[in-house]
Nanobody, 116 residues
Framework: QVQLVESGGGLVQPGGSLRLSCAAS????????MGWYRQAPGRQRELVAT???????NYADSVKGRFTISRDNAKNTVYLQMNSLKFEETAVYYC??????????WGQGTQVTVSS
């Protein structure tokens, strides 16, 4: 069973930055893609950013230019650098991994709170 463990969430002021990490229990090279999603209270989970095994990235329009997804295969970790955070980006951020067989794995989530 694959485990994804997120970390790096916390309280940050508007305009501030955070870096989230997602550590996988096995080689992330075994996944076709990994990504970050978020879910705010009362809202559906939404895509934030994804990165493929080849390194191609995709971002939600709302975060383009402010967020950066990256991967370190040696550490089996995917990162999400978040800059210029906004109040409305308060949410639980989840890591997701997709295997070549179509299996999807989720982490337990990490809380990000943007507040002054």
């Amino acid at each position: 069973q694959v485990q994804l463990v997120e970390s790096g969430g916390g309280l940050v002021q508007p305009g501030g930055s955070l870096r989230l990490s997602c550590a996988a229990s096995r080689s992330i090279s075994s996944f076709t893609a990994m990504g970050w999603y978020r879910q705010a209270p009362g809202r559906q989970r939404e895509l934030v950013a994804t990165i493929t095994d080849a390194g191609y990235t995709n971002y939600a329009d709302s975060v383009k230019g402010r967020f950066t997804i990256s991967r370190d295969n040696a550490k089996n970790t995917v990162y999400l650098q978040m800059n210029s955070l906004k109040f409305e980006e308060t949410a639980v951020y989840y890591c997701r991994a997709s295997s070549y067989f179509g299996t999807v794995y989720w982490g337990q989530g990490t809380q990000v709170t943007v507040s002054s």
